[in-house]
């Protein structure tokens, strides 16, 4: 205590002095504050010094408006003068302007469209800053810094005119803030020493598109559906495409290491080979002895899976994406191992830290034997992998028996449903240990037609399901179908969306001859399946235009029209292509060769049986180009680069904020912004009350119930629905889905419920369990009433049957 | 009035032997050490308490590796500001703990208050935790390092901050018993101080400049580990306007003109605390975070402070910055990017099959 007076008076006496300078920085601060009024400038590109005018930013934005009537220019510049200083640099100005534009949009949508045009404007040019003037040029100078491949430089150097006359100057227009903000910070390629992009956001897409194509004209097609944001393929082939280094696949699934020190290292470099270039990893761990299990060699004791887990941590973290983004790994494992619990524990934010693994993802690879359990309330035994090696090898029927056997030796029994419950426990704390079901997995995989081929893990986004073991890392590339792109308010456009697919599809074949591939196993496996993943996004964008609720009839009805469509399309491209090149080396292994495709593995009714009908005779014929086609990955960046809502996802929100690398950015549906423009209901006070509520408009009592009823977001939607939809549309993905579900406030009860029903529906894999945080911080923007008394009666209160939980006094 | 509130005083201090008796009434402010949580008296307090253990987070869960490469990339007027601002933060948390300790715990006499206040006393632990690793990490050099934890006697915009928060402590340190009128009200001022003044306004000026940071992309790590900051902070600041309403709704003598004065002067004073400091983090001018806007902002947070308090707004200043607008505004990483710091830590219930979803 004396220390604390002490201390106070010591801060006390150091402050006077303190105070009085303080003093004097404030008016001194006060003057230069009133000069800097009167002559705040600014300092030009060639280092001369002009006075900021307000007239001038006006007209730099007046440039980009034509088509945006809600845009007031004046206001971006003065409020943009305001947040400046004297002597800021023309560039400071340039982009405090695009940030000025860019936090209006709150406000006004259309302030989204400014801001990309704005900051085009200023890529545009830093480009030209660096003497390239075109697309061709752009290719020659990044191919002499050694960022361009020489195959692609080639042939762009022969067809220059064609492809510099390609370019369509409009496509940067179509850009919304966000979207373009990513591709100018992490998909533009920068010069390696001044860091400045060497190339326009037009000439990175014909770059990709160049550097996948034969002839100008495929280029120039693969570009033209690439610019008009109606089909994008995935990130990795967004990078590299062109480069030296074209590693282009999305997703590499690595089988457990064998249940030895060397394989479990081999393992490691591996993962670190992958994540390297830009790929999520999925990898197996069940093969590996649990924590107690005897070591012969040494006759000692193993600690289990945890501590290499976290070398495996540590590994991840360690390699960058290319600086893009954080290398990213998922570990699956079969809840028969003995390490099962301390495995669901190792997100967990308290604990031992040595436990814990902050940057791996989880997932349970389920037998159904084990959710049969669960359900039945029975036993469920906990066996160590080096007494039973060949459970990870075998589903269905098969591994039912073999488990049975092994139970015999079982390290430890426990009631199915505890370990469900903390498996559940796992998914509300930390949104990981996400539930993917084995046997399904496996029974509907067109690779699985030869006994020995087993899919031992899903990927990292619980959407590639693909064969493999230890010799052999499966790997897919992928790309996604903007539906929003092909939807308007009289219905889908069938005729662009096959057209869209036909394009898709050749070029994902494409990827996987001219793909670089990081690992020895990679490369064994890829040209023998040839797997693709044609995924889809923007279905909410779609169902929005057509008026459709997530969780109506029509909804289910035309996401699984949709998605037929999609994948008779691409099986039809496939055939296409088998008829051409052959079909893929191991096609003989496939179910597609004994006459079953995906559809009817699932026992499904298809709507154009013609169509099907005339697609096997094809098959049969000619086989496939590809063992798999369709997965519907979560397309985080890609949907935000086209502007549309991901995949199959419901809206998380009206107003949402995306915090990434390149910042925060709010996010406004703009559906909900017209609907309430024309009913005259886009006002502050509207405005602040949807943020109040978090985005919700439930409680807008102006907007009529079926407006309501449309705008309701994910967390307000039936998740039964989206299982629903989910399971209706899993015919047509031979793969399997990114499938997130949303619970605000989880309760074991309400997760075992939701997961049971999942499994029960026949999904092969869900996702991210999504909760909201339990409090929120203040909200320092929306108005605030004097705070109300909670506690006027505290007697009365305590007896309230509002207050369940502080009312046991009475029990 | 003046006679209720001798009345309850002298009551009080009849009740001050017997007031661990079970069931007696008392009020919040009355001395003593009530250790009955049955009957509950203030269940809106145990409330708050398991709400905040929801939101547990612990340092190591905070990602600073990008930042040491923004770090290299900020200019030399940013890298001045982030300085000062750790620097700050070095200090802060510990000076809000001790008044905790010194002052709130020994008079808000309610255990389900102390709960919470204990649970406060924790999160403020991990803040302190938090900005010394970051400290740590930023400042590699220990020299600096050392002159970044000695900034409230070497920084003078630091200092005065200091001198402030101190003067407050001390304003009640001598007070064993809150047996007067007087006394109360000179524990309301300390507490409305820390909450209103310090927790809300020094610390969300603070992280005013931290949120700029990261919409422009910028000290991510920093960002994530503050919003988690920010959210406790939030909650304490809830908490303690709750014990001031309680407080308020029991004694409404307490509250008159004479004390909305003091508090008017007092919040007057931290504007001007902030605004030099602001003047000190700024003084190189950074991009789209002018003093000008900065004053309006503090000067619309201590509005908001008045108004949540009931006394009229002195400034009538708006909020100048749209990126602390996104602050209100529901986040959705995805998980190539940060970690996902939404979830929650107490789930309850068991494994049912027919729970509706």
């Known amino acids: 205590m004396t220390t604390t007076r002490e201390r106070a008076t010591n801060g006390s006496a150091g402050e006077t002095t303190a105070t009085r300078k303080g003093a004097t920085n404030g008016s001194a601060g006060a003057e230069q504050q009133q000069q800097r009024r009167q002559v705040m400038e600014v300092r030009k590109r060639n280092g001369d010094s002009e006075p900021v005018d307000v007239n001038k930013i006006v007209r730099a934005v007046e440039r980009w408006v034509a088509d945006l009537n809600e845009v007031d220019p004046l206001r971006v510049a003065t409020k943009t003068i305001s947040g400046l200083y004297d002597g800021a640099t023309t560039a400071e100005l340039d982009r405090l302007s695009i940030q000025t534009a860019a936090e209006l949009i709150g406000e006004e949508p259309q302030y989204s469209k400014l801001a990309a045009r704005l900051l085009a404007a200023y890529v545009d040019k830093e480009v030209r800053g660096q003497q390239v003037a075109s697309f061709s040029q752009s290719i020659r100078y990044a191919h002499g810094l050694g960022l361009i491949s020489d195959d692609t430089a080639a042939f762009v150097s022969r067809n220059a005119r064609k492809l510099d006359d390609a370019v369509d100057p409009a496509g940067d227009l179509r850009f919304e803030y966000f979207g373009l903000r990513t591709v100018a910070d992490r998909y533009l390629l920068r010069h390696p020493q001044s860091r400045l992009v060497v190339e326009s956001p037009q000439y990175w897409l014909l770059r990709v598109a160049c550097g996948l194509s034969g002839t100008p004209a495929e280029a120039i097609g693969f570009y033209r559906l690439m610019s008009s944001l109606a089909y994008l393929p995935s990130s990795p082939t967004l990078f590299n495409s062109g480069t030296r280094h074209t590693q282009m696949s999305s997703c590499f699934l690595v089988d457990s290491p064998r249940d030895e020190l060397d394989s479990i290292y081999q393992r490691y470099h591996q993962v670190a080979k992958l994540s390297k270039f830009s790929g999520g990893i999925g990898i197996a761990w069940s093969r590996v002895r649990g924590r107690g299990a005897l070591i012969r060699g040494t006759n000692g004791r193993s600690n289990g899976i945890v501590p290499f887990l976290k070398t495996l941590d540590a590994g991840v973290a360690a390699v960058n994406q290319g600086g893009r983004r954080k290398g990213a790994a998922c570990v699956y494992l079969e809840p028969w191992h003995p390490d099962i619990e301390e495995f669901l524990e190792l997100r967990d934010n308290t604990g031992e830290d040595a436990r814990r693994t902050h940057n791996l993802n989880l997932a349970n690879w389920l037998p159904d034997e084990f959710m049969r359990r669960v359900e039945a309330d029975g036993d469920w035994s906990l066996i160590d992998p080096s007494d039973a090696p060949e459970l990870p090898d075998l589903y269905g029927a098969e591994f039912d028996a073999a488990y049975r056997v092994a139970e015999k030796q079982a390290v430890r029994t426990v009631k199915a449903q505890d370990l469900y419950g903390r498996m559940m426990r796992t998914l509300a704390q930390t949104g990981n240990g996400w539930m993917t079901f084995k046997d399904r997995s496996n029974a509907l995989s067109n690779q699985t037609g030869e006994p020995g081929n087993t899919i031992h893990l899903s990927n990292l986004c619980t959407e590639i399901l693909e064969v493999n073991n230890d010799a052999e890392t499966a790997v897919c590339n992928l790309g996604s179908v903007n539906l929003g792109a092909h939807v308007s308010t009289d219905g889908v456009d069938w005729a662009k969306l096959r057209e869209t697919v036909r394009t898709a599809m050749v070029f994902l074949d494409r990827v996987i001859d001219i793909n670089y591939y990081p690992a020895e196993q990679a490369a064994a496996s890829n040209p023998r399946w040839r797997p693709v993943g044609l995924g889809l996004m923007g279905l909410q964008d779609a169902l929005f235009t057509l008026r459709l609720p997530f969780d109506s009839a029509e909804a289910r009805e035309l996401s699984t029209r949709v998605q037929e469509e999609i994948f008779l399309t691409a099986v039809e491209t496939s055939a296409g292509l088998a008829e051409r090149f052959g079909p893929h080396p191991a096609y003989a292994e496939t179910r597609a060769a004994r006459g079953d495709l995906h559809p009817e593995l699932w026992g499904a009714e298809p709507t154009q049986p013609k169509r099907w009908a005339e697609l096997k005779a094809r098959v049969a014929e000619h086989g496939l180009r590809n063992s798999l086609l369709v997965a519907i990955a979560p397309t985080a960046t890609i949907a935000s680069i086209a502007g549309c809502y991901e995949c199959i996802e419901p809206q998380v929100s009206n107003l949402f904020k995306r915090e990434t690398m390149s910042g925060e950015f709010l996010q406004v549906n703009t559906y909900l912004v017209g609907e309430l423009k024309a009913r005259g209901l886009w006002t502050a006070p509207i405005r602040d009350e949807i943020k109040r509520a978090e985005g919700s408009v439930q409680g807008i009592a102006e907007l009529p119930a079926e407006v309501r009823t449309l705008f309701r977001t994910a967390w307000e939607l039936p998740q039964r629905a989206l299982i629903d939809l989910a399971a209706a549309r899993a015919p047509y993905i031979d793969q399997s889905q990114s499938l997130n579900l949303f619970l605000a406030a989880p309760t074991i009860g309400k997760l075992s419920s939701m997961y049971l029903y999942a499994w029960k529906s026949g999904l092969k894999t869900t996702y991210y369990l999504r909760s909201r945080p339990a409090t929120r911080i203040q909200q320092a923007t929306v108005a605030v009433t004097p705070s109300s008394v909670t506690g006027v009666d505290a007697e009365a209160l305590a007896c309230s049957l509002e207050n369940p939980e502080s009312c046991e006094a009475c029990q | ?357």
Request: glycine letters at 4%.
């Open chain 2, 1 to 357: 009035m003046t006679t209720d509130a001798e009345t309850r005083t002298a009551t009080a201090e009849t009740r001050t032997a017997t007031v661990a008796t079970v069931g007696e009434r008392h009020l919040l402010l009355d001395p003593g050490m009530d250790l009955t949580l049955r009957p509950m008296r203030y269940p809106h307090f145990f409330d708050r308490f398991k709400e905040a253990i929801k939101n547990t987070w612990t340092v190591e869960e905070v990602d600073l590796h990008s930042d040491l490469a923004d770090l290299a990339k900020l200019s030399p007027a940013e890298r001045h500001l982030v300085s000062r601002l750790v620097a700050f933060f070095a200090t802060g948390d510990t000076i809000v703990a001790n008044n905790l300790v010194l002052n709130l715990y020994q008079h808000v006499n309610s255990p389900e208050g102390r709960l919470y206040l204990s649970r406060q006393l924790f999160e403020e632990a991990v803040h302190v935790q938090f900005y010394l690793n970051l400290l740590d990490t930023y400042v590699p050099e220990e020299k600096e390092r050392f002159a970044a934890f000695a900034a409230v006697e070497n920084i003078p915009s630091i200092a005065r901050k200091a001198e402030f928060c101190f003067r407050w402590i001390d304003s009640i340190f001598e007070l064993r018993e809150l047996r007067t009128r007087a006394d109360r009200r000179a524990f309301l001022l300390n507490l409305i101080c820390f909450a209103a003044c310090i927790e809300g306004l020094f610390f969300y000026g603070a992280f005013a400049y931290v949120y700029f940071l990261r919409s422009r992309g910028l000290l991510n790590g920093l960002a994530s580990g503050t919003n988690w900051v920010f959210r406790d902070e939030s909650m304490h600041m809830a908490f303690a306007f709750d014990v001031v309403e309680t407080a308020r709704a029991e004694e409404p003598d307490l509250f008159d003109a004479d004390l909305e004065q003091q508090v008017r002067e007092m919040m007057a004073e931290a504007v001007d605390c902030e605004v030099q400091f602001a003047e000190d983090l700024l003084e190189q001018g950074v991009s789209g975070l002018s003093l000008t806007d900065m004053r309006e902002y503090l000067q619309h947070v201590a509005d908001r402070r008045l108004v949540t308090l009931g006394i009229a707004p002195m400034y009538g200043s708006q909020n100048p910055f749209a990126f602390m607008e996104l602050q209100d505004v529901q986040e959705l990483s995805n998980f190539f990017e940060r970690r996902v710091s939404a979830y929650q830590m107490g789930v309850s219930g068991s494994v049912t099959f027919d729970d509706d979803f």
